[in-house]
């Protein structure tokens, strides 16, 4: 006899959650995901594809050449991949590692460790934007819309590059600022936004770049919201460099220790990239080889289609992930990666003291991603301030069990 009819409901305003999923969903996604983590035992049978794929005369060429370098990049990592099970505790776990040792380098080498950076993004473009006259949640978007494959600083260039083409600029420097934004197709989603087109962000579709703007547009500065946030995070800061006892008590200064309301929600939606990603599966962050160092193995592994991307949305039983058409491999991903980043704001907040009156953790599930986000691109080298110095991170040294209690913390 059947069971009920499982609901097609998905979420309108925003990326799906895990928490969106029925019990099989949830299970389903969480078995497919496991299975996923064996990708040595899927890395040859990648590379002979990408190996057909760029012999193949059928195949344009910009193809074939693409297909032949991501083989040699997956051949090149082979001797350092293993196969192990994603799961949502491992990769909370990894979370966790890498936020606290973003906080330890932040103190130790007087970088900055990621938290807040939403609302110095959100300044950023918000200033250009005032210059020219245009919304800041329109240009927040713009911006947004270039950012698939691309850096922050890049969206920004680009979407500058825009206004001030919109404003009657023109030229070889405007036509490079906006050559910044990637490909030729989201410039034109962001320029036609920007002109008053429609909202080019598809939560379902596009969930890590929906997610992106939704923190930026929320990350106001300037405000008690944004002072409530630093002060969560700063509390966190405190207690990994040993400042102060995760019990000692905050004065709740704005109001707003309890409220969960926007970018200080513990539980809201974050841009779960392919760094994010490649956390999750936990390979080799701290090496990267080829010539130059130029292939990082973890990255390399959390980026590919074949690998870690296009996830099944059925488990090895059948069941799917969930039944709406509009849920796919990427909105099915970017779920599963998203509750480990709220698992993980949990775990560290608990651990940490960054707690309402109630003693429930309220780290933002944001600062969470910042953090762990900015440290695992200055283990693999990749952070601009780090190119090319593969240096081993503290995030090796602090395992998810050392934040079960306060008691078992180490700083």
Do not use: C
């Not at 906080?103 to 473009?125: K, M, N």
């Not at 080019?200 to 930026?216: E, I, M």
């Not at 707003?256 to 200080?264: A, P, Q, T, V």
């Not at 779920?335 to 698992?343: C, G, K, Q, V, Y």
């Amino acid at each position: 006899m059947a069971g009920p009819a499982r609901s097609k409901a998905v979420p309108t305003d925003r990326a799906l959650q895990f928490s969106d999923l029925d019990r099989p969903g949830r299970a389903a996604l969480q078995g497919v995901m496991r299975d996923q983590g064996a990708v040595r035992s899927r890395l040859d049978a990648r590379v002979d594809q990408l190996g057909r794929a760029a012999t193949n005369p059928s195949n344009n060429a910009t193809t074939q050449v693409k297909s032949a370098k991501n083989a040699g990049k997956l051949s090149e990592i082979a001797p350092h991949v293993v196969d192990k099970p994603v799961t949502l505790q491992g990769a909370a776990s990894r979370r966790v590692s890498h936020f606290v040792a973003g906080i330890e380098r932040s103190a130790a080498e007087g970088v900055s460790s990621g938290g807040g950076w939403y609302f110095d993004h959100h300044r950023d473009i918000a200033g250009m934007a005032a210059q020219h006259g245009v919304p800041t949640d329109r240009a927040i978007t713009a911006a947004a819309a270039m950012s698939p494959m691309n850096s922050p600083d890049n969206e920004k260039k680009a979407v500058g590059g825009l206004m001030r083409q919109m404003s009657g600029e023109s030229g070889p420097h405007i036509d490079r600022l906006i050559q910044a934004g990637g490909t030729k197709t989201n410039i034109a989603k962001a320029q036609e936004h920007l002109e008053g087109g429609p909202d080019p962000l598809n939560p379902h579709s596009a969930p890590k770049v929906h997610s992106y703007r939704g923190a930026s547009v929320n990350a106001v500065p300037g405000g008690a919201v944004e002072e409530e946030y630093r002060t969560r995070v700063g509390h966190a800061e405190k207690v990994v460099t040993g400042q102060i006892h995760p019990g000692q008590q905050r004065m709740d200064l704005f109001g707003l220790r309890d409220s969960h309301e926007g970018i200080l929600n513990p539980r809201g939606n974050t841009a779960e990239d392919t760094w994010m990603n490649t956390i999750s599966y936990g390979q080799d962050l701290a090496t990267s080889v080829g010539r130059g160092g130029r292939t990082n193995v973890a990255k390399t592994v959390g980026s590919d289609k074949g690998l870690a991307l296009d996830i099944p949305k059925k488990d090895s039983t059948g069941t799917s992930v969930h039944p709406s058409p509009l849920v796919g491999s990427s909105g099915a991903l970017h779920s599963f990666n998203n509750e480990a980043t709220i698992r993980a704001a949990r775990q560290a907040g608990k651990a940490l003291g960054v707690t309402d009156s109630q003693g429930r953790s309220n780290l933002p599930s944001v600062a969470m991603q910042e953090v762990s986000w900015t440290e695992a691109r200055r283990v693999a080298g990749k952070d601009p301030e780090y190119a090319g110095d593969r240096r081993r991170s503290a995030a090796s040294s602090i395992s998810g069990a050392q934040l079960k209690g306060q008691q078992s913390l180490r700083f």
